[in-house]
């Protein structure tokens, strides 16, 4: 039972002070002192009371399950069984958004505002496009290969391709085991957190998170691998597969784009690349 | 409680303790730590700002307060199959996490020193010890180990399964390390592009952050959603600019980390009167409703963007320069300078006096990026206290059809009365005085329905009446 009441006595007290406060008369406060018994309260500290409950638990078994939870849990993670892709193809993605309603911020006069009660100024207006990678090399992002870890021929070629060390290349499997994977091949493997396999468009595997520069400056090149594959292909896709009117090993990287594209879009490019947009000067 | 058995009760857990700590220096080789220990590492005030129906039973920390929204309906009313009826408001704090900040990735501190993912040295942090040298910022990564512990709830299940509290688990709910998001701040633009609107205003950006650190560490609450500590919270990664010290760049990782965890839906949102039935899922992190309490090797709280000198505890005076007395003397030097006035700007003499006051600060301890160090993360908690639930009324039916009186008729109607009285003086704007009345009324209301508890029997076909209608208790 929680000890949390108050004795009806000091109940009483506190609401003929309450009357005195509220009564509409001009007076001067003053002490009215106490009427009848002030009783101290019976029921113990809650605090003490939650400290002696705590102290008489017995904690092992919690602590040991706390410690096997640990030791369980790359092993408990969640399985994506994604399909395993049919044909080699990139899929585009622009990773910007176009903002739907004017974005405010904060800012104090220096001489006459209050950090208390800051007034708001425009900080973005509504209908601005925004990209968080439109001005990076394309080449210093890192790239993820993401495979199936309990299909025997992938895990056979993300070994292989782990062997290669690639520079700026991760791997994250979307099924099996991470825990023993990452001690034997002596490198973090990933696993997708929730929601990223929709972000990144991320539809069968293995796949290759990768890119693009020039004209898909500031989009994702998300390439499906039809097995089997080779090292050489997975490294052909590293800024999106080339196609007709896109030959990115002849591109330069980071050539500035305008900040005004359209929306966010996602199209295939392998089969039947999406016309490129052109930068906006 | 006697004061015999409150000291025997500290010796057994300075005992408990004692024991915790002859294993500080197990562990896998690099990875040490200490076994985590309820009765050690909690500080038992932050459990302080404990309301009901409004009036303040058990004040909140001074030097932490108690956040405005943490205010559930008075009276409220909550759908829950037979526990469906009407309560009072309560509002109360649980230690209801463990969050452990890693310098080495895998190395779960608070459990003896165990590194579980031998893979992931690579990540792991190159956090100095102590405060950065000035002009040496440098990115900071850590990794973040959240378990679920609640302590009280486990300990305390007769007291808080009336507030749907008890979850009774002890597991980690998340690594940082297999999260690729966390690890990369690209990935983790891409997946929250917000960043960039923070990136396109830049210095804006910072004057927020710097409003903000310095309304709350005067005891505002103020949260723009877009700062951590004292930087950017963006992005929602694992890196941070070490601008400060290694405490400071803790809990912005850890505020990162929580803001990703409400867009996912593991961290709800536990205080406001939507919330005050159940955590509701709200994708915006509200930061104030944890408290932030290193149980490890010291005990130090806080709590959203207060600066560190505040915290209390870590400071240590550790240099001849950091010297109490010189400090006020420094600081009274600026007395009739105006930090406002732009016909005057500040002199070198002022800017060297800046920097010597700046310089004479104490220096702080740093125990969170030990890898021992890790904290108990206090969560502010809800809970519609059940006077009158639909279970009550069916029992009470029940046992007037057994019993064929008509006495409990008459009292079932009265009880309505009472539920709608407390509710009118509640809503009252007087209710502050009032409020003692629904007190009164909520023990009176309390005592009433204790008093019509049913035997074994009707239990049985009560149980029976909601499983064939299908409501689970």
Known sequence: ?281 | MSLISFLRNAAVAVGLSLAAATHAVAGTPGCVGKMWNPIGDLDFRLMGGIKIVGIKMMNAPSALGEPPNHNPKPVCFCKDGLQTGFGLGLSFWMPSYINDVARQAGCMGFLNGLNILPGFMSQSSGQEYNHHSQAKDGVTNMQIHWAYADVTAIAGKALFEKCNAVTGSMQIAYLTEPDFIFQNDVYSAIMTPQVALLAAVPLLSQMTCAYESIANTLGDWQDWGVCGWKGSRMPLSGNTIAKDSAQVSNMDITIKYLTRSAMMGTTMRTMGKDATCRPVYSPFYDPFQHRYQWAYPGKVSTRFNIDMIRWGMFIKDTSSAANMMSLGSNAGQFANISPVNVDAPPSGNALGMAENLVKSLPKPLNYPSKEAGYMQVWEARQCCLMVLTVESVIRMILENLATMGNGLVAELYAMYNLVDTVYTIVTDPIGAALGFVGDLIGEGLGQLADATGLSGTFKDITSGIGESLGVGS
């Open chain 1, 1 to 281: 039972m929680l000890s949390l009441r108050l004795k009806p006595l000091v109940a009483a007290a506190a609401l003929m002070t309450a009357g005195f406060m509220v009564t509409p008369t001009l007076g001067v406060a003053k002490d009215l002192g106490i009427e009848g018994t002030v009783y101290e309260p019976i029921e113990e500290d809650f605090r003490i009371m939650l400290m002696r409950l705590i102290a008489r638990q017995d904690w092992t078994q919690h602590t040991e399950a706390l410690e096997q939870s640990a030791k369980d849990y790359t092993k408990n993670l969640p399985d994506y069984f994604l399909p395993r892709a049919t044909s080699t193809q990139t899929i585009w993605k622009d990773v910007g958004i176009v903002t739907t309603e004017d974005i405010t911020m904060p800012w104090v006069d220096g001489e006459t505002g209050s950090v208390f009660e800051p007034e708001q100024v425009l900080a973005i207006s509504a209908g601005t496009y925004l990209n968080p990678i439109a001005e990076m090399p394309a080449a210093a992002i890192e790239r993820l290969f993401v495979f199936d870890a309990t299909d025997p021929e992938q895990m056979a070629f993300a070994r292989e391709l782990m062997l290669e060390n690639i520079p700026q290349l991760s791997f994250m499997l979307v099924a099996g085991d991470l825990g023993p994977i990452a001690k034997e091949m002596n490198r973090p493997i990933y696993h997708p957190a929730p929601a990223m396999l929709e972000r990144f468009e991320l539809k069968a595997v293995p796949s290759l998170v990768g890119f693009g520069k020039g004209p898909h400056q500031g989009h994702m090149a998300v390439t499906q691998f039809a097995m089997p594959t080779t090292v050489e292909t997975v490294k052909s896709a590293w800024f999106g597969l080339a196609y007709s009117g896109y030959t990115p090993d002849e591109i330069v990287d980071f050539e500035s784009v305008s900040t005004r594209h359209s929306p966010e879009t996602s199209s295939s490019s392998s089969d039947a690349p999406a016309q490129p947009k052109e930068p906006q000067p």
